[in-house]
T-cell receptor, first 111, second 113 residues
């Protein structure tokens, strides 16, 4: 069974630029999450989707971050404009029941 | 609000020695409990989980964890550590209400020879 796929693996951008991350969850998983993991900390939820609807986006900085999950399958997370403090690993996870499975993440560096 | 505490930021264990990583949670009822491992540059891999029933759960790679309701703890153990176990370990809770996992800050495990 294929796991959660994310791209790109690494991205370096200048502050005020925009960036987008892509995630393809495990086939059949209705729930998809985006987490932000800052160096030295645990992952923090940004947004949770159930199929193509948003369940929780309370911690998403909506002035600069946006996410969508068209057709309830793959998802994109966008940052525009990026700030230095957005440097982190962005993890996508999916769940078909009680356990969440994670992709390898995208490491974003904002300079 | 729910929270997860991993008191140890960094632990060093000799290869072949036993390991225990601590995890305490704050939640009114019994949540679902998880341990994940993250190797450098990798995503999180699920080691084991507790939902209900037997309080001692077995996971992959020889790990086990014990749920103690009275102590609100879910400590991870391994009887004999291998050099390949060096990684960061995260404890996480789920309040069973369909919301996302809440993670602790993690414990970095170093293995010395």
């Amino acid at each position: 069974e294929a796991g959660v796929a994310q791209s790109p693996r690494y991205k370096i951008i200048e502050k005020r630029q925009s960036v987008a991350f892509w995630c393809n969850p495990i086939s059949g998983h209705a729930t998809l999450y985006w987490y932000q993991q800052i160096l030295g900390q645990g992952p923090k939820l940004l947004i949770q989707f159930q199929n193509n609807g948003v369940v929780d986006d309370s911690q998403l900085p909506k002035d600069r971050f946006s996410a969508e999950r068209l057709k309830g399958v793959d998802s994109t997370l966008k940052i525009q404009p990026a700030k230095l403090e957005d440097s982190a690993v962005y993890l996508c996870a999916s769940s078909g029941g009680r356990s969440a499975f994670f992709g390898q993440g995208t490491r974003l560096t904002v300079v | 609000a729910q929270s997860v505490t991993q008191p140890d930021i960094h632990i060093t264990v000799s290869e072949g020695a036993s390991l225990e990583l601590r995890c305490n949670y704050s939640y009114g009822a019994t949540p679902y409990l998880f341990w994940y491992v993250q190797s450098p540059g990798q995503g999180l891999q699920l080691l084991l989980k507790y939902f209900s029933g037997d309080t001692l759960v077995q996971g992959i790679k020889g790990f086990e964890a014990e749920f103690k309701r009275s102590q609100s703890s879910f400590n991870l153990r391994k009887p004999s550590v291998h050099w390949s176990d060096a990684a960061e370990y995260f404890c996480a809770v789920d309040n069973q209400a369909g919301t996302a996992l809440i993670f602790g800050k993690g414990t970095t495990l170093s293995v010395s020879s």
